[in-house]
């Protein structure tokens, strides 16, 4: 059926209408689509310009140059060395799993080490780089190289490394480093962005722990352009980082290896300390144990056979370890009472073998006892007797005062990490910790070293340095930072009376050069080098009443852990105190025969500053002292490092 001519006419307005409606709203949009455009091109260019550079150019971290480590002489003692790794970034890698797997074709990952990296990748930022391999060869380097293409996000550096190039000498006083773990991590409140950058070493234990700040350094960085796989073209921008602080320790190499080999094969440690300053020139702890084996990743077994040494080799004995001094004590005990006034040197006491003190007998190592014993005598012979009737004139309070004088009983400011304060007993300590109250027999105990009271070989080492130079010298580790000498502390007069300091002096030399001194064995003949000392002997367990009346069994006849520990203090020249010397030796048995030889070696090492001359020693041991200096295992001497330092 034909439309009439006027339907025609009015479809023909309405689709001219519908027309002109979508045109006009095709127009619109056009318009605000080139609108758009024109302001996303023009207005917002440089905004999308910058997150289009950011896209494809990555800023990286670059870890600085850790600090240097020096003896006294310039020897090198922590330093760098370059190495290889391999890392990944999550974000250019796409799948890390599926890349790691390629990579395992190419060069050997160990699987673990493989597991904690896919770790570190999920805590970690995507852009920061991984370390997949470290210490890899310059083959597996190449390899990596070459397949670039296949291995997205991987990339090999070249880094450096810590290194301890006297190995065990310095391990418990420089100390290590390891990778940062959570625990280093939440301990901080602001943790400088290079920690978080996964196995950034930093120091764990000694000096390498107290001067990380300074040691570490400022970060770098650098700018580089990445393809769209991640693989970096090219290096855009490179600023170095600040190389950290070169650090100066007091201590002496040659004479710290003489100490360690001459405690080899025991249970030890050694405190050598300059008289006149308070610089430590060795601190020795025996067994020692490499520390490189830490930076690189110590295996569980060696970690075990450490922990499970019974000469603990990990803990520092010298800093760390408490010992009951025993007769080293004594000087203490001494000058307290003359000071305070109640003796004079030449007052006598009678020993006869032991006191009896509320219905319980304190006995003398000698078992027949002393017989009369003045100041001089008492240390020359180590009558215990004369200081157990001393201590009922003094009383703890002024002991332990005095035991502060001299050092002991205090955390000493050296960076070692864990110091030991030992213990210094009085009334009130032992209400707040025992609840108890203190008895007439904890001061006889204390008067020769015993029952409460603990100290450290290091911290016997000042007590001897302070009775030698007659001031308040302290300790002192670090002698220079970038070059900077470190103040010297305490070299002001002690608060005690010369003329009873010199009493004291004059009982120590007895102790050695004496005809009875318990050191005689042990003492010096080069001239103008005599040396002044103390033994102690410190027991470890009870000794009942039965024991005594059968006979006190022999240290020979113990198992060493029951043994007694063997301790010696002194200092020479005599008349000139230059070096102070503390020695222990856990469960050696007794003072004269265990501890002061080594006393006597390291510290005619440390005068001499070499191995000593057989003709310092008496003529008739000369024999078997030069057996026993040939038998030690002394590094060569070293040249001082020319390795590159800020200062």
Known sequence: MR?????????????????????TAQLAFAGVLVGRMRYMQLEQADEYRML????????????????????????????????????????????????????????????????????????R????????????????????AVNAPALPGVSPEMGLSRVYPLGADFAHIVGYVGPVSDYDLDRLEDPDPLLQIPRFQIGKTGVEADYESALRGSAGTSRVEVNAVGRVMRELTREEGEQGASVQLTLNHSLQNFCEARLAGESAAVVIMDSRNGDILAMASAPSFDPNKFVRGISSRDYSALLEDPY??????????IYPPGSTFKMVTALAALEDGLIQVEDTFTCRGFVEVSGRRFHCWSRGGHGKVDLVRSLRESCDVYYYELSQLVGIEKIAAMARNLGLGIRHDVPLGSVAEGLIPTRAWKREVRDAEWLIGDTLNATIGQGYVLASPLQLAVM???????????????????GVEQPVHGQVPLDIDPVHLEAVRLGMYEVVNGARGTAGSSRVVAEGLRMAGKTGTSQVRNITA??????VT??????????????????????VPEISVSVVVEHGGGGSTAAAPIGRDVLLAALYDDVPPLSAYPASQRGTIRSRLEALDLRAPQAPSEGRSRA
Not at 312 to 321: E, I, V
Not at 546 to 551: D, M, P, S, V
Not at 557 to 570: I, K, N, S, T, Y
């Open 52 to 123: 289009a550079d950011q896209n494809r150019i990555n800023i990286r971290l670059l870890p600085p140059a850790r600090g240097l480590i020096f003896d006294r002489k310039g020897v090198l003692l922590a330093g760098n060395e370059q190495n290889y790794r391999i890392v990944m970034v999550r974000e250019d890698a796409g799948d890390p799993e599926a890349v790691l797997d390629r990579l395992g074709k190419l060069v050997w990952l160990d699987p673990a080490e493989t597991e904690k990296a896919l770790a570190e990748m999920t805590r």
């Open 312 to 321: 603990r080799p990990l803990p520092n004995k010298a800093s760390q370890g």
């Open 546 to 551: 039965a024991e005594r009346a059968r006979g």
């Open 464 to 482: 001897t340095a302070r009775i030698a130079s007659g001031t308040q010298i302290s300790p002192r580790l670090v002698r220079a930072i970038d």
């Open 554 to 575: 022999s240290n020979d006849d113990l198992p060493w852990e029951r043994r007694d520990h063997a301790l010696f203090v002194g200092y020479a020249p005599h008349d």
């Open 3 to 23: 439309r009439s001519p006027a339907d025609s006419e009015k479809s023909a307005r309405l689709i001219t209408r519908r027309g002109l409606l979508l045109g």
């Open 125 to 144: 930022s995507p852009f920061v780089p991984v370390t997949i391999a470290d210490r890899v060869s310059w083959d597996d380097v190449a390899e990596v």
